[in-house]
């Protein structure tokens, strides 16, 4: 494979998830944006005592991420001419977010707290459900390659995303 071509699968593999990207990192600055938010678990324990997914994830968070990755497939959609791009965008929203609360729910399972790091699951339940979700409704256009590159890339972005974030004031923690 030449370096045009590596560059070329990464680039469409980046514009694919794009919407997914945006919508996991939404919620943080939804949080800047509401002040009162409502936890998605409505403060509910799980069976084993503990709550379901934690404050963290607010019914706010959710459909501002919705809303953003959204955005950004109808942009998408505009450079292309590409109607199914939107759908797409939205599904990958969709799945990114509840991949995301997946991860929470695991976390909380394993007594990790809301805030604290879990490697790996915090950087791939988002999107390992996202694509899962795209591909159930024959949305999903990556090739093997394309997924491998996201599997390795995606924890990379998503760490240095956290620390920009972290810099700029809109996390506590840099992870």
């Not at 980046?14 to 996991?24: G, R, T």
């Not at 450079?79 to 976390?107: E, H, T, Y």
């Amino acid at each position: 494979m030449t370096q045009h071509s590596l560059l070329k699968q990464i680039l469409d593999a980046i514009w694919f998830i794009l919407p997914a990207y945006v919508a996991n990192g939404a919620p943080v600055i939804a949080s800047h944006i509401v002040r009162h938010r409502h936890p998605m678990d409505f403060g509910l324990k799980f069976i084993d005592g503990r709550r379901v997914f934690g404050d963290s994830k607010s019914w706010e968070g959710f459909l501002f991420g919705i809303a953003l990755g959204t955005v950004v497939a109808s942009l998408q959609y505009l450079f292309c001419g590409k109607p199914l791009l939107i759908l797409r965008g939205f599904v990958l929203s969709v799945g990114a977010l509840l991949g995301d609360c997946v991860g929470a729910f695991i976390k909380r399972r394993l007594g990790i707290p809301p805030g604290k790091p879990a490697p790996l699951l915090d950087q791939l339940s988002f999107l390992v459900v996202a694509i899962a979700f795209t591909s159930a409704l024959n949305l999903c256009t990556l090739t093997a390659y394309q997924l491998l590159i996201l599997i390795l890339l995606t924890p990379i972005l998503h760490v240095l995303a956290n620390t920009i974030a972290y810099l700029l004031g809109l996390k506590n923690v840099p992870w």
